[in-house]
């Protein structure tokens, strides 16, 4: 609702607290549904206000920084960032760790804070249909406190925004930009329209050129004053693979790679669902390509990261057993990671996977299915060519695409432009 003329007044403001009211991907969905959550919540931010965590990461001097949900992946993005900026940066700042990692004032000033807000945090989840919001917004608020203090304390100019999908990125940014932080965002390959459909920042660097189109489409709740075109944040491990595929390897002809979401595990660990029914989506594209390759072509199946994980190895175990009982069916390799083994498969499918775009981006034939999705791909765009919106368009782009060779399939599909710059170092 455009309260008083706020979004002709003061467009940033209102579109900033607009995408504040978003989903979080910080906390099952079932937590909101939760009477307790704000207790819950509440107890978090208690115990990262008297724990110490480390929240920082120095790699060397300098004023620009990466600002992300963790930071064990922080090498991983420093290596990543140093392909488009030669130095590098000079330090990583983890959300998660902030509150943790603050010094003894810091966190005497936020629990005098913290201890009278409970009683108005409970109040205000007995009428409120979203439960976590008022204690979720009490730990952002010191989270931007705490990171207003490292960049203070570090001498930071330039803040590299990862982890841009939570709700208080928007607002974050445009508090960073007031206070003269230079603030550049780089969304991953994850197309905008899920969670970034408006963006506050200074720069914005595209990850999947895609995302350039839904840019232009979202113009209006996009307060950005320059774009850049940069890779998938796995693309330069992806090369390995495309290497592998030139010199003669594996070429995996005619075979097809199913790339898991692992939303029947998402499902069961209650994870925020993106789209409809993910789940019984997901499982009836699996289905559809069990029965297209019952006559003999052979089906890897890739898994999720999430159903790798050591404590749910039982579960994928279990699940994935009488799908692997059949003769063409088999398990990539789960000690590599997926972009390693691109080249093993022919034609790639998928619900929705950010695996789909670096394979687009590398040349691999790939199949979408967004089923559930409707918001994707935009209407008319060359994306929507490599999609299939039902069970027999699927089978029917499956026979045109085992027919072709990648480079057939990608100008048949007018997708040449998805495809990455390789001369990157």
Known sequence: MNRFGAEQRWPEWY???ESHRKKTFRFPEKTNRNFFAPVTIYRLLLSRLINRQKGIRVFTQGREA???????????????VRHFLPNGVALAISKEQLIASASGLEKLNMTVFAIPALPFLLLMAVFSKNRLSAPLTLIEIFELYCLHSRIKQYKIKKLHWFCIYERDANIGALLLKR???YVNKIPSEVP???????????ELSFCFGYQKEEFDTF???MFVERTNQWAPEQFFQSLNSLKLQASGGDKGFGKIAFFSSGNWLRAMLGHTDLGSNDKENEELILNTLLRFTETGTDLIIFLHPLEKRVQHAELTKRYYEPILAKPNVKLANPEKTSVENFHLAD??????????FERLCLGYKTILAPWGHPQFPLKNSSMENCCAFNEQ???DKLKMA???TNNEFFESNNLQKYICNTTWN
């Open 192 to 202: 905008l329209v899920f969670a970034n459909k408006i963006i506050i920042a200074n």
């Open 347 to 356: 034609t790639g499918v998928a619900q929705y996977s950010t695996l789909m």
């Open 66 to 80: 990466i600002y992300d949900i963790h930071l064990r992946e922080s090498e991983f993005r420093q290596e990543y």
């Open 219 to 221: 113009r209006q709740t």
């Open 179 to 181: 206070s003269g932080v």
């Open 15 to 17: 579109y900033a607290g």
């Open 402 to 404: 085992l027919g072709q």
């Open 393 to 395: 368009q699927l089978i």
